[in-house]
Nanobody
């Protein structure tokens, strides 16, 4: 079992900043990637992803230039610095991790979600 715990959501005015954090724990052998998704309606959409092998990060077009994803591999943690927030960024943000367990089984886990609300 792999658990993800998120923190850092909240309420902010447009133009403000928030920083989300997520830490993975459990029977982890290796983490391959961690990322962030968000859901404001029915569909969950991709926000950003960081590979743990040093490859390039990826971002949704809607957040490029405003959001920055980073990670601490030793802590199995991922962060999302969100600047110049807009009302359309309002959503529940979910952390995602993919890797393998100590038993060499693949896993994909999700956090419980953290609410981000941006007022105009």
């Amino acid at each position: 079992q792999v658990q993800l715990v998120e923190s850092g959501g909240g309420f902010v005015q447009a133009g403000g900043s928030l920083r989300l954090s997520c830490t993975a724990s459990g029977s982890i052998g290796s983490v391959y990637t961690m990322g962030w998704y968000r859901q404001a309606g029915k569909q969950r959409e991709f926000v950003a992803r960081i590979p743990f092998n040093g490859m390039s990060n990826t971002y949704a077009d809607s957040v490029k230039g405003r959001f920055t994803i980073s990670a601490d591999g030793a802590k199995r943690s991922v962060y999302l610095q969100m600047n110049n927030l807009k009302p359309e960024d309002t959503a529940v943000y979910y952390c995602n991790a993919q890797g393998r367990t100590i038993d060499y089984e693949s896993f994909e886990s999700w956090g419980q979600g953290t609410q981000v609300t941006v007022s105009s």
